[in-house]
Structure formats: C-alpha cells, structure tokens
C-alpha cells in the first residue's frame, strides 16, 4: 500500500481553482465561436440554449450527443464544470473511487482528475475491456 498523498495546501487549492476557472473561459469562448455561423440545426439550438441561459450543465447532456464538431469542447467542458461543483461541495482532490487524496502533481497537469493515476488506470482497464 502506497503512502497517501498529503492534502492539498490552501494555495495549491486556489491555483487549481483558477486554472479550473480559466479552463472554462476558454472553453466557453471556444464554443461560443464554433457555434457562430452554424446552420446545422442542433448546433443552432445549442446556441441558442446556452445564450438564454448561463447553466451550462446543459453541456453535460449535449455532450453525451454526437455532435462531432464541438463533442470534444463540451465533453471537457463538462468535466471542469464537475470539477468546479467539487471545489465548492468539498470533494475536489479526493480519488473519486478510492477517497484518497489526489497527488498536487497530478491535479496541476490536469485540475479536473476525479481519480488518482492507479484507479484512472483500472478504470481505463475496464472501459477498455468493455469495449
Ligand atoms: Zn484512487
């Protein structure tokens, strides 16, 4: 059994909040602009939903769609807005499936991780498996 990572300190937490809420700018901007100009319409009616509304949980349903142009954009999306509603219930840098806390170093490479390296490996084992 492996040491377990220490928590986050109060700073490593506000730089991954930051970058988490910098990621979803961007991404946000990204899609608004991919979606400009686009005359396929459920691309139309995205558009439209997310300039009605600032819940962009709306993207966690587009994204299960296969909307091949902005798919990718909304998947990630997604997973930082889940990452952004960790931080603020108090989950954010637990190992989703084994609790432990996740490693600084791993979060700083890629802030919205849900799992530490060894579950997202199994997990990745069984999706592979699955498919
Ligand atoms: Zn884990």
Same mark, same amino acid.
């Given at each position: 059994?492996?040491?377990?990572?220490?928590?986050?300190?109060?700073? %490593?937490?506000?730089? /991954?909040?930051?970058?988490?809420? #910098?990621?979803?700018?961007?991404?946000? *901007?990204? +899609? !608004?602009?991919?979606?400009?100009?686009?005359?396929?319409?459920?691309?139309?009616?995205?558009?439209?939903?997310?300039?009605?509304?600032?819940?962009?949980?709306?993207?966690?349903?587009?994204?299960? %769609?296969?909307?091949? /142009?902005?798919?990718?954009?909304? #998947?990630?999306?997604?997973?930082?807005? *889940?990452? +952004? !509603?960790?931080?603020?219930?108090?989950?954010?840098?637990?190992?989703?499936?084994?609790?432990?806390?996740?490693?600084?170093?791993?979060?700083?490479?890629?802030?919205?991780?849900?799992?530490?390296?060894?579950?997202?490996?199994?997990?990745?084992?069984?999706?592979?498996?699955?498919?």
């Amino acid at each position: 059994m492996p040491a377990t990572a220490p928590s986050l300190t109060r700073e %490593q937490r506000a730089s /991954l909040e930051a970058a988490l809420d #910098a990621r979803q700018r961007e991404l946000r *901007a990204e +899609l !608004a602009s991919k979606l400009r100009n686009q005359d396929d319409p459920r691309l139309v009616g995205l558009r439209n939903r997310l300039e009605d509304t600032d819940d962009w949980a709306v993207a966690d349903a587009m994204a299960a %769609q296969d909307i091949t /142009l902005v798919s990718r954009d909304l #998947a990630e999306l997604a997973k930082v807005e *889940a990452a +952004l !509603a960790r931080t603020v219930e108090g989950s954010y840098g637990e190992c989703a499936d084994c609790g432990n806390p996740i490693p600084y170093a791993r979060l700083a490479a890629y802030p919205a991780a849900r799992r530490c390296v060894a579950c997202q490996d199994d997990a990745e084992a069984r999706e592979r498996l699955r498919r």
